[in-house]
């Protein structure tokens, strides 16, 4: 302390002397700018001593002694933080908000604390540095690597509920969340994990999750089952998952606290009048608490520490789950010969499309197709992986006049046994919104082929019995059940055929399988002695 005291003391002899100078060169018709070069000082130290009289220098020196003093003991702990922060002047709140989360009770209030700051700096206590960056503290997890999400609720007092989606990047601690009001769903967590890559500008290497029934179907002993939509999202976006056991401190501490904060800062004082309000109230509060503030852990703010940890998060890839968002399709016109070109390569649509303009949207394999007009998607492609190649979809331009209801008649009428109707019935209402698509499914595996009634009906009961209604399970189980036969069949057994072609219906002769006569080859056998 007797150190400090004179440290402080000689400064204050530095800064009389130059005060000192100042009134001199002013008092010889110096003017401000010349002082400035003169003595190396800064234009704004000389403009506050060129209108300060001796009383009000003294003044000055008394109050600036006394400025903040409520903080010295702190000032160990300022400094540290502003060590650790690489002497960046990070804003005042957020040392304010950090002193005030991690020592309990404040003695002065925020402008004291600016005071103060302000104090330690004139009397060269505190240096800022005036570059942005020229060290980088290794973080306990590497920048781009981990995010931590997970799911809470907050009861308002409408009498509903607010569920909570958070996350949270590991190595800066750089936090997004959003809400809505109904339970989540797998498509919502997905909506929701996009729409943080977005808020992230990248996408990380690992999630971290625990085991909600919406992402886990089975923990399965280690071998982690995924729900059917976030295993297929996980996959087309590549990322590697960590399941977690709930309550896991060491695992996803980091969210948990996020959540709790949530509950417990974001929510204290605050009502809102609809989830609009709410949401756009939590991303104001994102930007200036949870990210803005302090964090205990690093001792930097998320808000500065992102920029560090974009360099390393990966590029955002396109979503099957976005392709009916608007804003993420791109524009291209139809050339005259019905196709559009993307990516060197040209794909067929429907003639009346011809010299209009469509709606793309492209993921890593896919391209999906859209009306301009209505939005409706007018088909999808795989990406062809050989440049210049034309991809066609011939039954998508065939069949895009007909009607849904004239193709479900026609696939109707293939067989008139009971358990086709039951089927196509079942079909048609579970799969209502790709029924054109079920049809043509149809028209390709069950019209103009030969078909085996026998084989057909069982898989049809099969189908019906297991509530498996799609056209290609049918054909698989139809196929399966072909084989099974063909495996297990009987010497002179009977194969009975149905055949459509041209919408007529013939029955193909029955067909006798016989055994061939191998006594003549085993006469051979014994005239050699035997095979060699």
Known sequence: MTTMRKTLEEQEMVKRRMYQEIKRLQREGYGKKRISRELGIDKKTVRKYWQMG??????????????GKEYDTFRDDILSLYRENEYLRIPVSAVYDYLEETKGNIPANENSLRNYIRYLEEYGILTFSEKKRYYTKVPEMP??????????????????????????????????????EKPFMAKDLIAHLLDCFDYLKGMPEEL??????????????????????????????????????????????????FIKYIKHNFFAFREFGGITEARDSLFRWLDRRANGKISQ????????????????????????????????????????????AVDACQYDLPDKYR???????????????????????????PLSLVSGQIVKNRALVREMGVRARQLKNEVMGYFTFENWRIFLDANFKTLN??????????????????????????????????KTYSIANLYDSYRHFIEERRRGMAEGSVVQKLMIRNGEVKIIPELQVSKPDIEPYRDLFDISGGAQ
């Open 54 to 67: 001796e009383e009000e220098y003294r003044s000055y020196q008394a109050e600036l002694q006394n400025r």
């Open 297 to 340: 852990a690093t001792k930097k703010i998320p808000l500065i520490e992102i920029e560090q940890e974009r360099k390393y998060l990966r590029p955002i890839r396109q979503s099957i789950y976005r392709k009916g968002q608007v804003s993420f399709r791109e524009e291209r016109r139809v050339n005259d010969k019905c196709r559009i």
């Open 208 to 257: 971290v999750i625990d085991q909600d029934s919406i992402m886990v179907a089975d923990e399965n002993s280690g071998d982690i089952l995924y729900t059917k939509e976030f295993g297929d999202f996980i996959k087309e976006m590549g990322l590697v998952i960590r399941v977690c056991r709930k309550a896991d401190p060491e695992s996803k501490g980091k969210i948990e606290n």
């Open 355 to 381: 010299n209009k303009v469509v709606d793309i949207y492209r993921t890593g394999d896919s391209l999906f197709v859209f009306d301009r007009l209505n939005g409706e998607e007018i088909a999808g492609y």
């Open 143 to 180: 920048y781009g690597k981990q995010l931590q999400i997970d799911f809470g609720e907050k009861s308002n007092k409408r009498g509903g509920k607010y569920r909570i989606f958070a996350a949270v990047l590991s190595a800066s601690r750089f936090k997004y969340a959003n809400l809505q």
């Open 433 to 466: 919104r790709y029924v054109r698509d079920q049809c043509l499914e149809a028209r390709k595996h069950f019209y103009d082929q030969d078909v085996d009634l026998e084989m057909l009906d069982e898989a049809l009961c099969y189908c019906i019995e297991n």
